[in-house]
Structure formats: structure tokens, C-alpha cells
């Protein structure tokens, strides 16, 4: 996944957390939860929204409620990934309204 992301942007090397306008999937780091995963959108830096995700929304409320632990930055980082990036042309096979199905929160 991060090669396809320097790929497309030889001249700049960003981490994934520094990247903007993303599609990004969190999986649960608990085993027991199996595939449970979140997928998200964001139009600032990923970290920063990461940073949201660990003071409220469905990632927290997920771990309060389901594990009854608190979610540390690193497992949030460590267990994120990035799908797509919005920067990028988008494929044909892909059309914008697609996007807006996605929960932002
Ligand atoms: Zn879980």
C-alpha cells in the first residue's frame, strides 16, 4: 500500500499520515473481533483526523464499548491503513457518488 502511495509522488516523500483527501480503514487490533473494521474519509491530514478519532467518534466508542479499553494513538496508527487516495485521477470504474456513501464520523 505505501509503495503504490510514493509511486505516485516521486518528488515528495510523505508517510501515509501525512497524506490528505484519503480513504483510510481502521481493523480492530483485538483478535476476538476478527475483520471488525472501520473505513473513513478525510479532507485534512490523516493524523490529524486520527487524532479526532481518539478523543470521540465510532473507533472510540468501539473500543470503550466493545473491549472496554482506551484507544492508545499508537494502535490506532499501527492498524490503520490507507485505501485510496482522492489526490490521485480517479478510475472510471469509481464515480464520485460512490464516495459520498462512505460515514465520515
Ligand atoms: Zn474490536
Known amino acids: 500500500m505505501s509503495q503504490l502511495l510514493l509511486r505516485n509522488t516521486p518528488h515528495v516523500i510523505k508517510t501515509p499520515l501525512q497524506e490528505d483527501h484519503v480513504i483510510y480503514q481502521h481493523t480492530c487490533n483485538s483478535e476476538e473481533c476478527g475483520s471488525h473494521s ?5 479532507r485534512t491530514r490523516l493524523m490529524r ?3 479526532c ?3 470521540n467518534g465510532s473507533i472510540k466508542n ?3 464499548t466493545v473491549h472496554n479499553s482506551r484507544l492508545i494513538r499508537d ?3 499501527k492498524n490503520t491503513i490507507i485505501l485510496d487516495s482522492r489526490r490521485r485521477p480517479s478510475p472510471p470504474s469509481l464515480p464520485r457518488s460512490n464516495i459520498h456513501r462512505i460515514k465520515t464520523a
Open 53 to 55: 478519532h481518539l478523543n
Open 75 to 77: 494502535d490506532l496508527i
Open 62 to 64: 468501539h473500543y470503550d
Open 38 to 42: 472501520y473505513i473513513g474519509m478525510t
Open 49 to 51: 483526523r486520527l487524532t
